[in-house]
């Protein structure tokens, strides 16, 4: 997430800790619901009136991030980001994902084509890298759960919430 090593090896790496299946996916999107940034929640009136201006373009799973998705109003067609196959109930990495491949989140943001200001909020290098490569105005260091140091130096503002993200697009 630092950008020290490249993004497929640490999604490989990641997934072999995880060892997926049907029950243990079920368990996690439970713990997720409750782990919800209570800024995410007390600002979900915000997300569900611009889930029309609202992408995720994440390094990590749609049978995790979707559900939650959900929740705040965001639509699943704005929802980009890695999947499984089920491996007769175990989970394996679908490698023809965009989003399994270096640069996936650029590739992406790029085929979207979006028009007007374009700010990326994230918390890890390839979030930047939107920016660094051309497809994003700001690059928002989105830092309330874990700040990496090397990825706030980058940003063009850091933000410790959901709320002060809110703030900073209102005065835009």
């Given at each position: 997430m630092n950008g020290d090593i490249d993004f497929s090896q640490a999604l490989n790496d990641r997934l072999e800790i995880l060892n997926l299946n049907n029950k243990s996916i079920s368990s996690r999107i439970e713990i997720i619901k409750n782990k919800i940034s209570s800024t995410f929640v007390e600002n979900s009136n915000f997300i569900k009136k611009n889930t029309d201006n609202i992408y995720i373009v994440s390094g990590g799973f749609f049978e995790f991030i979707e559900p939650i998705a959900q929740l705040l109003g965001?639509?699943?067609?704005?929802?980009?980001?890695?999947a499984f196959i089920d491996g007769n109930n175990h989970y394996k990495l679908d490698k023809e994902n965009i989003?399994?491949?270096?640069?996936?989140?650029?590739?992406?943001?790029?085929?979207?084509?979006l028009d007007g200001?374009?700010?990326?909020?994230?918390?890890?290098y390839t979030d930047y890298e939107i920016k660094k490569y051309g497809y994003a105005d700001t690059f928002i260091a989105y830092t309330e759960h874990v700040n990496r140091i090397k990825v706030s130096k980058l940003a063009d503002y850091k933000s410790k919430s959901f709320s002060d993200i809110i703030e900073y697009l209102n005065n835009l």
């Open positions: 965001i639509k699943s067609n704005h929802i980009f980001c890695n989003m399994s491949k270096n640069q996936g989140k650029i590739e992406v943001v790029k085929k979207l084509n200001t374009v700010i990326v909020i994230g918390d890890g």
